[in-house]
């Protein structure tokens, strides 16, 4: 009897055990990750186990290595909350002087990467690293309790950016750290959803077999910070994407012009041109995905916030030109 | 055959990263180091050092790549000073506490404000809490020597600890003197491949490093890099011993220099040592009894030198090129700590001079000396005092 062969490796790199949230996003981002890497290895250099993982401090640091115990069965290093990217960059350095064969991934959270990283993350990308560097997007700092960071988007609730009598919630739009990313022109940059893991692992295999730098931004759910169900991460992580919340795109050679755009999903109707998207109209409101969110909850008192929220969307993707419609929920 | 070329001790640190074949170098320019690893590049572009260097974008990068190539397993090497050792401090207690044998080379400079780029050992003495050893050389002889010294003893098994070698701003990074390069076989003898006993970052044998601990484990990680310090002590005699019998130049944690019969007795640390020796010099032919006494290592302290040293004097005076608030110099409150359980000790007038890079002239150690003569003669002095301060501009 044929035996079907399992979508993914059944080999585990971030093993059970570790102390994530049930429920917690990032840490299945982090499994497809490694095994996406390691299907990756295999294909490119015969070896499943050729690449090393150099992470930032936050929460998916120190739900996996509490000393004396580790979920990692790779080999696995954390310096500091700032520098996963250059830290990644000495290891790489040092396997090309060992002459071992293989990538080396870099993991942050979006704090690690998005503001206090920044700076680590753009070196490492210019100097060209063979790494590939993947930002798990659970739009908050997570570790130290559910902060703001420049990755939290719009209206959101944190424990820094509270709703109150003259405050919506985080007032500024969401920093896209892919797009600043693809600007250093590196062979390839992509946002992927652990809503789509199918497409996920596909871009983590395509950026684990690219020769130098790569970013690879993921949103995942939190269901601590962001006060949504246990159970519904997948679900909530799609609606992003159906909604136009969030894009799916990959840049291959920082050729923003020729930015690949995938189609969302969910009923949105796609405009293209010469196979280019140049228009998206969703079919289901912004609303759908809100709701299912505590950090969001008071946004449903002022609507008019959550129109500004529209504006900004249509705005970010208008900047990878693409003109979206987002349709209003029906009264 | 050794060679002897006149350089700066930029140069001579750069040579002794070449001996000691790092595999990845990650550095930033900064005053007055820079030619460090201006002259690196030369060596890796000209095929004489077969090393990645990693230009990266700030000293924060620069030991945060060095952390993550030593925990891949291989030696590494950096050099900076001032801010640019105050912006790898948050890493340098990293690198000590996962046990990194990694080496800095640091032009000791001033810190801002106001900006200063000249010499005194604030920077690397701001360090010392870090678990980092730590070298002061007087000359670029020294500078390149330490480098050497320094490898063997981070590399030892019972340390296991990174170590920077302090050289001062200008005095020494940008003066030539003739230096003594060293054969490469005898330091490839002398240091030998790096080849850390446990697996790092290998794929075949997959390890964690860097996690968190709990309350249950962090105490006994600390008291490791303690353990470690206390093992240097002894590794670095042997280091010295090996290093002398190899190459010739002999080195001692506190090098004595006409100590026998002194009452006083002139402590400090790098070039300023030099100046120090000729002043004694100077005394002993007026026929005051003084001798002076140079820090070579400065981390781990070296107590048991410092309660031999205090055995000779009746005045210890400290030199220093740094302040510690309320307490006065750094080696003030050392040399207080070595010295405090003994039954009988020296007076100990601590003096702060040349900060910033104000030159020390024999004038100013006129002054500390009258301060040091007061005190043997048990006339109360301060026991922290500035000298050559221009009180007219305060
Ligand atoms: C220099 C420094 N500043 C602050 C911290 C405290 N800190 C640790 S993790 C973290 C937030 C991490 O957020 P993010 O990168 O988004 O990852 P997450 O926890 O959400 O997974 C902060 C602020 C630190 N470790 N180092
Ligand atoms: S707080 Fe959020 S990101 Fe952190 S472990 Fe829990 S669910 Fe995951």
């Given at each position: 009897m044929a035996v079907r062969k399992p979508p993914i490796t059944t080999r585990e790199y971030w093993a059970p055990g570790h102390a994530a949230c049930a429920g917690c996003g990032c840490a299945t981002a982090l499994?497809?990750?490694?095994?996406?890497?390691?299907?990756?290895?295999?294909?490119?250099?015969?070896?499943?186990?050729?690449?090393?993982?150099?992470?930032?401090?936050?929460?998916?640091?120190?739900?996996?290595?509490?000393?004396?115990?580790?979920?990692?069965?790779?080999?696995?290093?954390?310096?500091?909350?700032?520098?996963?990217?250059?830290?990644?960059?000495?290891v790489e350095a040092a396997w090309k002087k060992l002459g071992r064969k293989g990538k080396i991934l870099a993991i942050g959270g979006d704090g690690g990467t998005a503001d206090i990283g920044m700076q680590a993350l753009s070196g490492m990308l210019e100097r060209w690293h063979n790494v590939v560097y993947l930002m798990y997007d659970n739009e908050a700092y997570m570790n130290t309790g559910i902060q703001r960071s420049s990755s939290t988007p719009y209206g959101a609730w944190t424990t820094t950016s509270p709703p109150g009598k003259y405050s919506i919630g985080e007032d500024k739009p969401k920093k896209w750290v892919a797009l600043i990313a693809a600007a250093h022109q590196v062979p390839y940059v992509a946002t992927a959803s652990i809503g789509n893991p199918f497409d996920f692992v596909k871009k983590m295999k395509k950026a684990a077999k690219v020769d130098g730098p790569a970013f690879v931004q993921v949103q995942c759910t939190c269901p601590t910070g962001w006060k949504s169900p246990l159970e519904k991460g997948v679900e909530i992580a799609r609606l992003a994407i159906e909604t136009g919340v969030w894009p799916l795109f990959?840049?291959?050679?920082?050729?923003?012009?020729?930015?690949?755009?995938q189609a969302p999903g969910g009923g949105a109707k796609v405009k293209r041109e010469g196979g280019r998207v140049v228009a998206i109209e969703f079919k289901k409101p912004i609303e759908e995905y809100l709701k299912l969110q505590g950090r969001f909850k008071h946004l449903f008192k002022q609507p008019e916030a959550i129109d500004v929220m529209r504006e900004q969307i249509k705005a970010m993707w208008r900047t990878i030109g693409v003109e979206v419609t987002l349709p209003k929920p029906e009264e | 055959m050794p060679i002897r070329k006149v350089m700066k001790a930029n140069e001579a640190a750069a040579w002794a990263a070449k001996l000691a074949k790092p595999k990845v170098i990650a550095a930033f320019p900064i005053t007055p180091s820079t030619l460090v690893p201006e002259k690196i590049s030369e060596f890796v572009?000209?095929?004489?050092?077969?090393?990645?260097?990693?230009?990266?974008?700030s000293e924060h990068s620069a030991i945060s790549a060095c952390v993550g190539a030593s925990a891949a397993g291989v030696r590494t090497f950096t050099a900076t000073a001032s801010q640019g050792l105050a912006l790898m401090h948050e890493i340098l207690f990293i690198a000590a506490g996962m046990r990194l044998p990694i080496v800095i080379a640091v032009g000791n400079r001033s810190l801002s404000a106001p900006i200063n780029i000249w010499n005194d050992w604030q920077d690397t003495i701001s360090e010392r809490d870090t678990g980092w050893l730590q070298f002061y050389a007087e000359n670029n002889q020294e500078a390149l020597d330490l480098i050497l010294i320094a490898y063997k003893v981070a590399e030892n098994e019972k340390v296991l600890l990174p170590a920077m070698v302090g050289f001062d701003a200008f005095i020494l990074t940008h003066t030539v003197e003739p230096v003594?390069?060293?054969?490469?076989?005898?330091?490839?003898?002398?240091?030998?491949?790096?080849?850390?006993?446990?697996?790092?970052?290998?794929?075949?044998?997959?390890?964690?490093?860097?996690?968190?601990?709990?309350?249950?484990?962090?105490?006994?990680?600390?008291?490791?890099?303690?353990?470690?310090?206390?093992?240097?002590?002894?590794?670095?005699?042997?280091?010295?011993?090996?290093?002398?019998?190899?190459?010739?130049?002999?080195?001692?944690?506190?090098?004595?220099?006409?100590?026998?019969?002194?009452?006083?007795?002139?402590?400090?640390?790098?070039?300023?040592?030099?100046?120090?020796?000729?002043?004694?010099?100077?005394?002993?032919?007026?026929?005051?009894?003084?001798?002076?006494?140079?820090?070579?290592?400065?981390?781990?302290?070296?107590?048991?030198?410092?309660?031999?040293?205090?055995?000779?004097?009746?005045?210890?005076?400290?030199?220093?090129?740094?302040?510690?608030?309320?307490?006065?110099?750094?080696?003030?409150?050392?040399?207080?700590?070595?010295?405090?359980?003994?039954?009988?000790?020296?007076?100990?007038?601590?003096?702060?001079?040349?900060?910033?890079?104000?030159?020390?002239?024999?004038?100013?150690?006129?002054?500390?000396?009258?301060?040091?003569?007061?005190?043997?003669?048990?006339?109360?002095?301060?026991?922290?005092?500035?000298?050559?301060?221009?009180k007219e501009i305060l």
């Open positions: 499994r497809l990750a490694t095994k996406a890497f390691s299907e990756a290895m295999e294909e490119k250099y015969g070896d499943p186990n050729a690449f090393a993982i150099a992470q930032a401090t936050g929460c998916m640091e120190v739900v996996s290595a509490v000393f004396p115990y580790t979920a990692w069965k790779a080999p696995w290093v954390h310096v500091a909350f700032e520098n996963a990217a250059a830290a990644a960059s000495g990959e840049i291959e050679n920082g050729d923003i012009w020729n930015i690949k755009i | 572009a000209d095929g004489e050092l077969d090393a990645e260097f990693i230009k990266v974008e003594e390069i060293p054969d490469q076989e005898l330091v490839d003898e002398f240091l030998g491949e790096y080849e850390p006993k446990y697996a790092y970052l290998d794929p075949a044998r997959p390890i964690t490093q860097g996690t968190l601990a709990f309350p249950a484990h962090y105490m006994e990680a600390r008291y490791t890099v303690w353990e470690a310090n206390e093992n240097a002590r002894k590794v670095i005699d042997e280091a010295f011993a090996e290093f002398e019998k190899k190459f010739g130049r002999k080195y001692q944690k506190i090098e004595e220099y006409r100590t026998e019969d002194a009452e006083i007795i002139f402590v400090t640390m790098g070039s300023l040592a030099g100046t120090v020796k000729e002043y004694v010099d100077h005394l002993r032919e007026q026929g005051i009894k003084v001798g002076a006494a140079k820090m070579t290592v400065y981390r781990p302290f070296p107590i048991e030198e410092v309660r031999a040293l205090a055995k000779k004097a009746k005045v210890l005076a400290l030199l220093e090129k740094n302040v510690t608030f309320s307490v006065g110099g750094a080696l003030f409150q050392d040399f207080s700590r070595a010295l405090i359980n003994e039954s009988e000790k020296p007076k100990i007038v601590d003096f702060i001079l040349g900060l910033g890079g104000r030159d020390v002239t024999f004038k100013d150690l006129d002054e500390a000396l009258a301060i040091a003569q007061k005190a043997l003669n048990g006339e109360a002095v301060d026991e922290v005092n500035w000298i050559g301060l221009r």
